[in-house]
Antibody, heavy 121, light 108 residues
């Protein structure tokens, strides 16, 4: 079945770095943009970053720009999120999601199960 | 701050109809998609575009859009519909994306 599986979360000290991975299966991975979305404890969803289907373009939320880097390796059906200079406010469950867009109609489907990043000293 | 605005809480009596709204300028150009999230679970898309449902979404869920407002409508709400609901769309720039702040639906 179509699925995304995240990994790489954990506890990290403020100011340090952490890398997340997202592996897709059950679909033609290289045909779709992939996003990262996060959710702080008890809070709502926040869009973080997107990489185009061919990896040629990336966009970031203001909160991530300059600190986070999204990349992909389609030979491994994997998207990465490298997070640097982490702060307490980056503590969240990080989800990767597939974007399906037809003209002006888009949806995020499926969602991974999420991986928890906790920034704490 | 979110460019898409939702009411934080909405309640509905069992079996009645409820509308959850999402407002934002980008909705004049892009359709919204709607996500249901139950405690401890990842979000799941329930409605997207003009009024599309993925397979598996009950037909009591529907969507509509007018001007800068998108709506998720549940006709005959069931107890299992109690959840948080989020709208999503590209932002006005078209390059970024935004989620609404979420609406907690209570089924009485």
């Amino acid at each position: 079945q179509v699925q995304l599986v995240e990994s790489g979360g954990g506890v990290v000290q403020p100011g340090r770095s952490l890398g997340l991975s997202c592996v897709g299966s059950g679909f033609t991975f290289s045909a779709y943009p992939i996003h990262w979305v996060r959710q702080a404890p008890g809070k709502g969803l926040e869009w973080v970053a997107v990489i185009s289907y061919d990896g040629s373009s990336q966009d970031y939320a203001h909160s991530a720009k300059g600190r986070f880097t999204i990349s992909r390796d389609d030979s491994k059906n994997t998207v990465f999120l490298q997070m640097n200079s982490l702060a307490a406010e980056d503590t969240a469950v990080y989800y990767c999601v597939r974007e399906i867009t037809v003209t002006v109609t888009s949806r995020f489907d499926p969602w991974g199960q999420g991986t928890l990043v906790s920034v704490s000293s | 701050s979110s460019e898409l605005t939702q009411d934080p809480t909405v309640s509905v009596a069992l079996g009645q109809t409820v509308s959850i709204t999402c407002q934002g300028d980008s909705l004049r150009k892009y359709y919204a998609s709607w996500y249901q999230q139950k405690p401890g679970q990842a979000p799941v898309v329930v409605v997207y575009g003009k009024n599309n449902r993925p397979s598996g979404t009950p037909d009591r869920f529907s969507g509509s859009s007018s001007g800068n407002t998108a709506s998720l409508i549940i006709t005959g709400a069931q107890a299992e519909d109690e959840a948080d609901y989020y709208c999503n769309s590209r932002d006005s720039s078209g390059h970024h994306w935004a989620f609404g702040g979420g609406t907690k639906l209570t089924v009485l």
